[in-house]
């Protein structure tokens, strides 16, 4: 313990000198400004700025590249609050209720919270890197093709069951996701599959042209449609003070619980920041005593997946540091910005170059900091956005959710496709579909088809596997129970008081 | 040779090229990304070229990349991009409409030899025990490697024919990446990892995987790891790189390019490169890299052949086949489902309280719906015509148009001003690829 103090001393001496604080400042603004871009993730941020670094000495690149991850993390928050545009899957939770905390005027709580969230998170988890990176690595390994889709299935059942006002209506919106996600190469055996004879399909429906298109472009159908309607423009009353007590009061929880959610699931490589997101945010709507305000505009809904969102970024270094495993876009393009010094990250990192890791982690610390320095003042400043008149803003929208889709792949394919997602976006929400379940069955798909496949292909057909191993037994379960749990409830309940009352002194 | 040299040494003090276009044809963080940026940066600091822009193309193995190169490029002199072994094995499997025999070939550059590794734990000591397992029951052996088709595949399948067990029984799991199957080996997930050494290098040097074999055809200098070939597997096998041009180039231009990646590979530059990324010089020039080329294709189809990769007809519950059912059915029943519940609904009186989205629909509403897809219908046929900046415009007045119609004036200034801020602040500083269109003259 004192040794791993004295290194991260001798890591902050490093750190902070007036240059490296500069190149802390200037990452963080670089991507925070890039992240608030749909389409436009950490990843290729990292990889364009990579030649801009070649000149620095690796201390300095590598703090400028922790801003930047960290700040495109916290950026995508805010087009999620403000504009229901979430930049990338990670932000898709914060955008529920974080969006109707921004129309009823409190855009500048959201932020704040989101802010703040993202802080506590960030060095929360930051901490737990510093002591927990190798023993956390170790338990990660123990995660096989059978857990990651018991994991899944979890992530499925939670939210298909949770979110909206029905089972099946949830379910029809995940298989919608689901049925999305086969398009494309089948990576295990290479095959191509509803993919028409269209090239750029091979690849799949890009996740980006999926949310891009039923976050934004629906909401400016729908908007349009509503105006439409009822042409009165409401005039609502707008709060630029930041977070109220009770506020402060109803977000330090979910922070707490976001980061303990957040942080070991990044150490698992699962399709990113998403299945964090969406646990927190179900995890926090389970715990409320008013779950119906979910939805609606509750902060509880921002401050949890937005904590457990910074929590899990943090999480992806582990691997990454210490086993030289990338488990996102982002961490294997840090791995090349690694072997561009020359340095393997893997077991040996941390004894073969100590003062690099330990500067970087500090620097994590500092680039913390500087977010919220950089982003409590702006959050009033930025909530004005709902000020704008309403043709404008959703032409603003409009023309950037066009020209992330476009830059994605330079397809004009994908414009079209954003465009017809906008339109069934706007219908599922006339019809009261939820839209979330149908973008987790996209990234999620996938992945629980690989894995699933993967295990049966290990196990030579047997099925059993999934109920044989453990951890994938025990995640199974508790999918059930999700699913399953409320009817129970409700049947025994209805059972109980049938049966008491004939009988009040049974007992 | 000499004259090559001769030619090319002038070059270094005067660029080949004023700016150069590299397209890596896959995601940033690969393997071609990594070779068209480490190209980027020797090319620039030996001074054959001024300015040199690497641009990503990713998907389906390379062969987008390949397919848009062929199409767009034809005939320009300044213009190269990365390909290798695996847009070979893409080929083959898709079946694709464009091949490697429609770009001009310049040079082959790297080799990644191929490990076979074990976790520390694993009860396989040797090549030999191994192969024995393999031999007696070949599907309880996992074997762990990188995508569908790709060159660690192709190997397994190469072992396999080469110890007389049929390749159709290789029991190859595929993951997405060198990072995934890594964790997989050393979590005891799969029997064996089969990956490219240089992923690998670091788990090995810190002795936390065993390794099997390797399959370079000498023992490599500072790395204790017996060839397969030495324990009785006749295989030589790497994962090639390599650099083409487009098709229809003038033998002026393939000339100039050529000397230039000549140049390139005898720089100190490179070397370092080579090193710190542990890739083999593997330079391989005309006519005898078309030649290179030519084998290589017969190998692979031969051994992916044999592999059965793409259409297998099997039906287990590891392959492809039973999954899209799954889901369409589910997608049916539940859509049923719904219609079902909807349909009872109705018969109740109480009904519309539930979903206000369902109140009787007015005019006005279709209205702006259809203002707003006027828009986004006039925006994909102008974005490539006519360019982002007036496409973005006319998108922009119409969707404001949808929510109030009283000042067309002031949306149209604002719908000029968002756009061409757009273009300038993302297509011109951040220098993201936006279509310039009918303005690029004035913009």
């Not at chain 1, 504009?83 to 409190?106: C, F, H, K, V, W």
């Not at chain 1, 159908?221 to 309607?229: E, F, I, K, L, T």
Request: some cysteine; proline content about 6%; glycine content about 12%.
């Amino acid at each position: 313990m004192t040794e791993i103090l004295s290194a991260l001393a001798a890591g902050f001496s490093g750190a902070l000198s007036l240059s490296n604080l500069g190149w802390a400042f200037l990452g963080v603004t670089l991507g925070t400004a890039v992240g608030v871009l749909p389409g436009i993730g950490p990843a290729l941020t990292v990889a364009v700025l990579l030649p801009v670094t070649f000149s620095l000495d690796p201390t300095s690149a590598f703090i400028m590249f922790g801003g930047i991850y960290y700040g495109a993390m916290y950026g995508g928050s805010t087009t999620s609050i403000l504009l229901n545009t979430p930049g990338e899957t990670g932000s898709i939770a914060t955008a529920i209720d974080g969006y109707m905390m921004a129309r009823q005027g409190r855009g500048a709580a959201a932020l704040t919270t989101a802010a703040v969230g993202s802080f506590v998170a960030g060095t929360l988890a930051t901490m737990a890197l510093t002591f927990f990176a190798p023993l956390l690595a170790s338990v990660a390994l123990r995660f096989g093709p059978a857990e990651y889709f018991a994991l899944m299935i979890v992530a499925f059942t939670t939210v298909s069951a949770l979110l909206g006002q029905s089972l099946v209506r949830g379910l029809l919106s995940l298989f919608l996701g689901l049925a999305l996600g086969l398009v494309g190469i089948d990576p295990l055996t290479g095959e191509a599959r509803f993919a028409f004879g269209i090239p750029q399909l091979l690849d799949g429906i890009d996740v980006v042209i999926l949310v891009i298109g039923l976050f934004a472009v629906g909401e400016t159908v729908y908007q349009a449609w509503q105006y439409g309607r009822e042409p009165v423009e409401v005039v609502r009353l707008h709060d630029f003070t930041g977070m109220s007590r009770e506020e402060w009061k109803r977000s330090w929880k979910p922070w707490l619980r976001g980061t303990a959610i957040g942080f070991p699931l990044g150490v698992l490589p699962c399709g990113g920041t998403v299945i964090p997101t969406f646990l927190s945010y179900m995890t926090e709507k389970r715990l409320s005593d008013t779950p119906e305000r979910f939805g609606q505009g509750a902060i509880e809904g921002v401050a949890g997946p937005e904590a457990a969102n910074n929590a899990a970024a943090a999480g992806v270094l582990v691997p990454l540091l210490t086993l030289g495993l990338p488990s996102s876009a982002t961490a294997a393009i840090m791995l090349a910005a690694f072997q561009q010094y020359g340095l393997q990250p893997g077991p040996l990192l941390f004894s073969s170059r100590p003062d690099l890791v330990w500067t970087l982690i500090a620097s994590l610390y500092i680039g913390n900091v500087m977010l919220l320095v950089l982003n409590l003042p702006l959050a009033g400043v930025w909530a004005r956005v709902m000020l704008v008149p309403r043709p404008l803003l959703f032409g603003g929208i409009l023309v950037l959710a066009s020209l992330g889709a476009y830059t994605l792949n330079r397809s004009m394919l994908d414009l079209a496709l954003l465009y017809v997602v906008g339109g069934v976006g706007c219908a599922m929400r006339v019809y009261d579909f939820p839209l979330v379940p149908a973008v987790l069955g996209l990234v999620l798909g996938p992945l629980a088809e690989q894995h699933f496949r993967r295990a049966v292909a290990i196990s030579e057909g047997d099925l059993s596997v999934f109920l044989t191993r453990p951890i994938s037994a025990v995640l199974l379960v508790a999918a059930l129970l999700v699913l399953l749990g409320p009817r129970v409830m409700r049947r025994v309940s209805v059972a109980n008081s049938n049966a008491q009352s004939p009988m009040p002194n049974a007992q | 040779m000499l004259a090559l040299l001769l030619v090319a040494s002038p070059a270094a003090a005067q660029p080949a090229y004023e700016h150069l276009r590299l397209v890596a044809p896959a995601a940033p963080g690969g393997g071609w990304d990594q070779t068209a940026r480490a190209m980027q940066q020797v090319l620039q600091r030996a001074g054959i070229a001024r300015t040199i822009s690497v641009e990503n193309i990713p998907g389906a193995a390379g062969l987008i990349g390949l397919a848009r190169f062929i199409g767009a490029e034809h005939g320009s002199g300044d213009a190269a991009m990365v390909s290798g072994l695996i847009m070979l094995g893409a080929i083959v499997t898709q079946r694709s409409a464009v091949t490697l025999g429609d770009v001009t070939p310049i040079a082959r550059l790297t080799g990644e030899y191929e490990v076979l590794t074990v976790p520390v734990s694993s009860p396989f000591r040797t090549l030999d025990d191994f192969i024995r397992a393999f031999k007696a029951r070949p599907e309880s052996i996992s074997w762990g490697g990188g995508s569908a088709g790709g060159s660690d595949q192709i190997l397994a399948g190469l072992i396999a024919d080469r110890v007389g067990v049929d390749p159709r029984r290789v029991n190859y799991i595929a993951f997405s990446g060198g990072g995934e199957s890594l964790s997989a080996i050393l979590g005891g997930q799969v029997s064996v990892g089969i990956n490219g050494l240089a992923e690998f290098a670091a788990q090995i040097e810190a002795g936390a995987v065993r390794v099997l074999g390797i399959s370079s055809a000498e023992r490599l200098p500072g790395l204790d790891v017996s060839t397969l070939r030495e324990q009785g597997i006749d295989i030589e096998f790497e994962n090639w790189r390599a650099v083409v041009a487009p098709p229809g180039l003038t033998p002026a231009d393939r000339r100039r390019l050529e000397r230039a990646i000549e140049a390139m590979v005898r720089s100190e530059p490179w070397r370092e490169t080579l090193e710190r990324y542990r890739w083999i010089d593997r330079y391989l020039a005309g006519a005898a890299f078309a030649r290179f080329i030519e084998t290589e294709e017969a190998r692979v189809q031969d051994i992916l052949a044999k592999l059965g990769t793409g259409r297998t007809g099997e039906r287990t519950l590891a392959s492809a086949g039973p999954y899209p059912l799954i889901v369409l059915g589910g997608l049916v029943f539940c859509a049923v489902a719904v219609v079902f519940r909807r349909a009872r609904r109705s018969r109740t009186p109480d009904r519309g309280t539930r979903n206000p989205g369902l109140a009787p629909v007015q005019r006005s509403g279709w209205r702006s719906v259809a203002l707003v897809a006027a828009g986004a219908g006039l925006d994909l046929v102008l974005a490539e015509s006519a360019g982002f900046v007036i496409a973005s415009a006319v998108l922009f007045w119409f969707v404001a148009r949808a929510f109030d119609h009283r000042r067309p004036v002031r949306d149209a200034l604002f719908a000029v001003a968002v756009s061409t801020g757009a273009y300038l602040l993302f297509g011109r500083i951040l220098d993201l690829p936006l279509p310039a269109g009918v303005l690029s003259g004035w913009l």
